[in-house]
């Protein structure tokens, strides 16, 4: 059976898509930690990120830079924090944060609860800065 990450990634369940390419697929999360709060998978399902090949794993972590300079240009933030956690979807991913201090990359803080309206501005914005 298909992740929930997989089935995003084939339009079987709507996203905010903020940037893709043939390899990899990035989009806001929708319990984000604070706006912006996006996270890069690859189009290949692996569970732990540490089994993906290594040109793989090297190439992943290139786009995930690409997308946190845009979101550097399309959120207002000190840097982009970059987690990987690996528990809570069997399908590898990083977490790209928008943070002002350290604090807010701790995956136990709320969650925002934010708006249809929110979640198209912020994907839009970052998918311009990005070059979408």
């Known amino acids: 059976m298909a992740t929930i990450f997989s089935r995003i990634i084939a339009g ?18 929708i ?20 089994d ?4 793989t794993l090297a190439e992943m972590h290139v786009f995930a830079k ?4 845009a979101i550097e240009k399309a959120i207002p933030c000190k840097r982009v924090a970059v987690s990987v956690i690996g528990l809570e979807v069997p ?7 928008p943070i002002h ?10 969650r925002l609860k934010l708006s249809d309206e929110a979640f198209t501005a912020i994907a839009k914005g970052i998918n311009e800065a990005w070059g979408g």
Do not use: C
């Not at 993906?52 to 040109?55: F, G, H, K, N, V």
């Not at 690409?66 to 300079?69: D, F, I, K, L, Q």
């Not at 399908?91 to 944060?97: F, R």
């Open 91 to 97: 399908h590898a991913h990083i977490h790209l944060i």
């Open 66 to 69: 690409s997308v946190a300079r």
């Open 12 to 29: 079987g369940i709507p996203s905010y898509k903020v940037a893709e390419n043939d390899k990899f697929y990035a989009f806001l999360d």
């Open 52 to 55: 993906l090949d290594d040109e």
């Open 101 to 110: 201090k350290e604090s807010d990359v701790l995956i136990s803080n709320p």
């Open 31 to 50: 319990n984000p930690l604070v706006e912006g709060h996006t996270l890069v998978v690859p189009r290949q399902e692996v569970d732990y990120i540490f």
